[in-house]
């Protein structure tokens, strides 16, 4: 169970398009959802909070207008990165957290993104 | 001071033998411990999870929580080769629910 599925797995791209990853908690709801960020040989950095039907909350540094996050269903978030530029290039990992107490979030495989 | 620190490593240790990983918090009030693997290249896995003082046993795998200490470990018994990967550390705080904060992680290395 708590399978989450992220998709893509990679993205290369040119500098100045926009790209979308998604979400899915596959075997259960997700009311919340987290995206974070993480460069090589550095810990995860979390984004931004995403919670089903409200706007995101995101983390102190993190332009929300070029990190588009979309919550639209209990079972699916997405990430949408504007205008990629090289800087953006990154592993990005999404998690959902399931409901009740003290539950623990888990991770979809990540999507590598190379904007060339 | 970091709020959740880990010994970036790497820490080695040979075939079948007990690997130990430990982490600090700073925060007095951190409510929900958790133990992660991360193999290069990959997203993070949940090996353990754990809330309460004392030891919890999940097959090779053990967390121990110390609150008054404000330290969280982990042991890995017949240590693997598979067992290589980077074990972040993680936990909530309690002014912010759910959101975890990572330490930065241990790489283990399990040698033939």
């Known amino acids: 169970g708590a399978v989450v599925s992220q998709h893509p797995s990679r993205v290369i791209c040119k500098s100045g398009t926009s790209v979308k990853i998604e979400c899915r908690s596959l075997?259960?709801?997700?009311?919340?959802m987290f995206w974070y960020r993480q460069f090589p040989k550095q810990s995860l950095m979390l984004m931004a909070t995403?919670?089903?039907?409200?706007?995101?909350?995101?983390e102190q540094g993190v332009e929300k207008d070029k990190f588009l996050i979309n919550h639209a269903s209990l079972t699916l978030s997405t990430l949408t990165v504007t205008s990629a530029h090289p800087e953006d290039s990154s592993f990005y990992i999404c998690?959902?957290?399931?409901?009740?107490?003290?539950?623990?979030?888990?991770f979809g495989d990540g999507t590598r993104l190379s904007i060339l | 001071q970091k709020e959740v620190e880990q010994n970036s490593g790497p820490l080695s240790v040979p075939e079948g033998a007990i690997a130990s990983l430990n982490c600090t918090y700073s925060?007095?009030?951190?409510?929900?411990f958790f133990w992660y693997r991360q193999y290069s290249g990959k997203s993070p896995e949940l090996i353990m999870s754990?809330?309460?003082?004392g030891d919890k046993e999940d097959g090779r795998f053990t967390a121990q929580l110390n609150k008054a200490s404000q330290y969280v470990s982990l042991l890995i018994r017949d240590s693997q080769p598979s067992d290589s990967a980077t074990y972040l550390c993680?936990?909530?705080?309690?002014?912010?629910?759910?959101?975890?904060?990572f330490g930065t992680g241990t790489r283990l290395q399990v040698t033939l």
């Open positions: 075997d259960f709801q997700a009311t919340t």
């Open positions: 754990i809330y309460s003082n």
């Open positions: 925060d007095r009030g951190s409510q929900s």
């Open positions: 993680a936990v909530t705080l309690p002014e912010t629910a759910s959101k975890l904060t």
């Open positions: 995403s919670n089903e039907g409200s706007k995101a909350t995101y």
């Open positions: 998690s959902a957290l399931g409901q009740g107490a003290r539950q623990p979030q888990h």
